[in-house]
């Protein structure tokens, strides 16, 4: 059997799995990252530890190729992180996916987090049953994938899917990206934190310092009214963006991940009441909006993903 290996760069952990073709992960592992070590000693022990993997697989069972997913712009022939991950500086300039691919004898492909974890949606969960789609996962920030004609679109350098960064308001604040007013501003889990808390001042109430988006998820899910009329807000912004793009691309789904994702109907439901006001009628008509699939083991599956996509 063919196993692709599946390694996803986090800001403190890496894991590592062996996936089927099929999408069963078949082992899996972590390793604590300290993310101010080298490249090789950040990059050595996931390798150590996916050797281990590979000496516990069954006879007949075969690595044939490795994905990685790191944040940041990725060139797409070398696998080199050109920038964008700030939270790993030492990936930055160098290629996991040469370093890996030489020492396992097989395929690397390097790829974006979220494009990764799109190719995953697309083989093995929510975007198994669509050939074209666009997916956000919201956390800390906004990442995006495009699925279009069956196949994860790359763009000529690997660079394509910063859908966080759509223009949604030109007098909206600046961005670490350069322009102004990106959706990421308004519908991050930052963002959500942020309009959260600024709520709760107008209230009287003191949000505290250790409020989290995922806490805010979760008391919109309780029922409190100010985090409702947060995520209310944020699904008008996503509405925003994905009508940009079904007008542009002719999607038949928008497909949410990430952790903001699990407040579930409380967020799709205002991105699909708002949706008709940002697109054509036609370009709106029959288009799914539902949650991502993977959850625990997305990082590990999107990178296998992209790779047996990318070995074909
Ligand atoms: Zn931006």
Redesign the pocket.
């Known amino acids: 059997m063919e196993l692709a290996a599946g390694i996803d760069f986090g800001g403190t952990f890496a894991k590592i799995g062996l996936v089927e073709r099929g999408g069963r992960v078949r082992s899996r592992a972590q390793v604590a990252m300290d993310p101010r070590e080298s490249f090789e000693g950040i990059v050595e022990p996931v390798a150590e530890t996916l050797r281990g993997l590979i000496a516990n697989t069954a006879s007949g069972e075969k690595l044939v190729t490795i994905g990685i997913g790191t944040p940041g712009f990725i060139d797409k022939t070398e696998g080199v992180l050109l920038g964008g991950c700030e939270n790993i500086p030492s990936l930055q300039k160098r290629s996991v996916q040469q370093y890996l691919g030489k020492a396992f004898g097989v395929p690397a492909f390097a790829e974006n987090d979220a494009t990764s974890a799109a190719a995953g949606e697309l083989a093995f969960g929510a975007g198994r049953n669509y050939s074209n789609f666009v997916f956000i996962t919201i956390g800390t920030a906004i990442g995006g994938g495009l699925v279009l004609g069956g196949r994860v679109y790359r763009g000529w350098r690997g660079f394509a899917g910063?859908i966080?960064?759509l223009?949604v308001n030109r007098n909206g604040p600046w961005?670490?990206?350069?322009?102004?007013g990106?959706f990421?501003?308004y519908a991050s889990g930052t963002a959500i934190l942020r309009v959260y808390s600024e709520k709760l001042r107008k209230r009287g109430e003191n949000p505290g310092s250790s409020l989290t988006a995922r806490e805010v998820v979760e008391r919109a899910r309780a029922g409190d009214p100010c985090a409702r009329d947060t995520l209310e807000e944020a699904g008008m912004w996503i509405a925003q963006a994905f009508g940009s793009l079904l007008n542009v691309l002719d999607l038949e789904a928008c497909i949410v991940g990430g952790g903001v994702s699990e407040a579930g109907e409380i967020l799709l439901e205002p991105i699909r009441r708002h949706l008709p006001d940002h697109c054509w009628r036609q370009t709106g008509s029959g288009v799914i909006v539902r949650t991502a699939e993977l959850r625990n083991d997305a990082g590990i599956l999107g990178a296998a993903a992209q790779a047996f996509e990318r070995l074909e």
């Open positions: 910063e966080g960064h223009c961005c670490n990206c350069g322009s102004r990106c990421e501003q």
